[in-house]
């Protein structure tokens, strides 16, 4: 063999990587729940029956289409489930990103204004071809507004179709969201998945609930988020785009359908 040729070194088995997680050291989430570990200097997990391929096809897809300047998103390296016990685990293998977590520091306007970059930034990465509502590829939507097992739409009338069924049950008005168009939302933007780096850039974590949404969405979300943390809503809103009134009318209805979908059975 020349002296010069590289031995190409074998990337480890799901069944190693699923050893590697169990014996990790915990940095995040919870024994009873997704777990976040440190497997190397520059690699981390996320694991857990909550980690779904959505998640990592969302976190790649802003990972190819984002300037790093403004928004870092980490790297996915990949993604694969377990069965072996009995119920299904997804596992997110990623980069680990260094730098603070915002829930741990006192925000300043600089780092204000350079969330709102990011966040301005990810609703203009380009729309996937056929894209419906949700996830990238037409996956699963999940998170503040759908139901805990999620929901799936082909097609932006599937999306308005539901939100439309679940409020004449309790005989509100239609929805109208059609001129509303789809873009890039992360949708669970909360201080502890945002981090400072050093350069004073930003990385969004946790993209389990992001996917093509109208803006609003983020809206009804962020306004949500309001009693859990008053000052951080108030200032994301303040960067976001003022609703009209008819928007507003839009706007208190849409927390309405999911929890409709708990109490009743659509067949």
């Not at 777990?35 to 520059?42: A, C, E, G």
């Not at 990623?94 to 741990?104: H, K």
């Amino acid at each position: 063999m020349p002296a010069n040729m590289e031995i190409p070194t074998p990337e480890p088995s799901d069944t190693l990587l699923i050893q590697m997680c169990q014996s990790a050291p915990l940095i995040a989430g919870s024994y009873y729940g997704n777990r976040i570990v440190r497997l190397s200097d520059t690699l981390v997990a996320k694991y857990g029956m909550g980690v779904w391929s959505e998640e990592a096809r969302n976190q790649e897809y802003a990972y190819v289409h984002t300037d790093s300047s403004i928004l870092y998103v980490p790297r996915v390296y990949r993604y694969f489930e377990d069965h072996s016990q009995g119920s299904r685990v997804g596992y997110l293998i990623m980069e680990y990103v260094r730098g603070t977590r915002l829930d741990s520091v006192e925000i300043d306007p600089y780092t204000m204004e350079a969330v709102a970059r990011a966040i301005a930034h990810l609703s203009t990465i380009p729309v996937p071809a056929s894209q419906g509502p949700g996830s990238v590829v037409q996956g699963v939507a999940r998170g503040y507004l759908w139901p805990p097992e999620g929901v799936t739409f082909n097609a932006f009338e599937d999306m308005q179709a539901w939100f439309n069924s679940r409020l004449a049950v309790v005989g509100e008005k239609r929805l109208d969201l059609i001129s509303h168009p789809l873009v890039m939302r992360h949708m669970d933007l909360v201080r502890r998945n945002i981090i400072l780096k050093s350069d004073s850039s930003v990385c969004f974590l946790d993209w389990a609930f992001a996917g093509f949404y109208p803006e609003l969405f983020e809206i009804r979300y962020l306004r949500d988020l309001h009693p859990v943390d008053p000052a951080w809503s108030a200032f994301l809103l303040k960067y976001m785009r003022q609703p009209t009134v008819d928007e507003e009318q839009i706007l208190a209805v849409l927390a309405i359908p999911a929890a409709v979908n708990e109490r009743y059975f659509f067949g």
